[in-house]
């Protein structure tokens, strides 16, 4: 018998197999990097000011240029949508005697886009507005991403590959698939939320002015499959 191998290729005996059907239990990784299919924006406008009636309208106003920038570049984006909403009145410090309370209001919104020269173009012009904060962008795929698939097919190649190298170190052959499962959820690094990695940059302007489009780069992913599979082999001639 060979060294008993290490965790990385480990062979596991199930409590089923005879000796005239010997099983093998391996898993498979598979591990791509792709350049990403999407860049996601959080944009928030803001209002402030003493009555609540004209922050409101400020508001709208700066929230409806805002979404026109974004709809201006037309196929490029992917997804708009309004993610929050908040008009309130700012709490009078203690101790001052202010009476007048200062009502603030901001609208969260989330673009995403798939042109990335529309991207820079855009987040210059949002940066450039007044009351416009802009954070990202975070460099995602589509959740029907064929790197997703590629990943498991080379998770399933390199599967095969070990139960066939631990079959040939006993002088043997695979016979057939019993059982083949996900370990883990594919996707760039442990996952959508925690794996991401996403590039933050923030931007704001008080006063609009002409600037050029910044030049981003886009963060390419990472995307991994695991899978387990268990195999018969021909009894070996031990």
């Not at 005879?18 to 944009?43: D, K, M, S």
Request: net charge negative.
């Amino acid at each position: 018998m060979p060294p008993i191998p290490g965790p990385e290729e480990s062979a596991v005996t199930h409590a089923h197999p005879t000796p005239q059907a010997p099983q093998v239990t391996v898993r498979g990784e598979g591990l791509i990097e792709v350049e990403p299919e999407l860049a996601r924006l959080a944009v928030t406008v803001t209002a402030r000011g003493a009555d609540r009636s004209p922050v409101l309208a400020d508001l709208t106003r700066r929230n409806a240029e805002v979404l026109d920038l974004v709809k201006a570049r037309g196929a490029a984006v992917a997804k708009l949508e309004t993610s929050g909403l908040s008009i309130a009145p700012e709490r009078p410090r203690r101790g001052k005697g202010e009476r007048t309370r200062i009502h603030r209001g901001h609208v969260r919104i989330t673009a995403e886009l798939t042109d990335f020269a529309a991207l820079g173009e855009l987040v210059t012009e949002l940066a450039d507005r007044e009351q416009v904060e802009v954070d990202g962008p975070w460099w995602e795929l589509r959740q029907d991403s064929e790197a997703y698939a590629e990943a498991r097919r080379l998770a399933v190649a390199e599967a095969v590959r070990r139960a066939r190298a631990y079959a040939e170190a006993l002088g043997t052959s695979l016979g057939s698939l019993l059982e083949l499962s996900d370990a883990g959820p594919p996707g760039p690094g442990a996952g959508r939320g925690g794996g991401f990695s996403p590039v933050l940059t923030a931007f704001a302007a008080e006063e609009p002015g002409g600037v050029p489009a910044l030049d981003l780069e886009p963060q390419r992913r990472t995307v991994t499959a695991e899978v387990v599979a268990r195999f018969t082999m021909l009894p070996p001639a031990l």
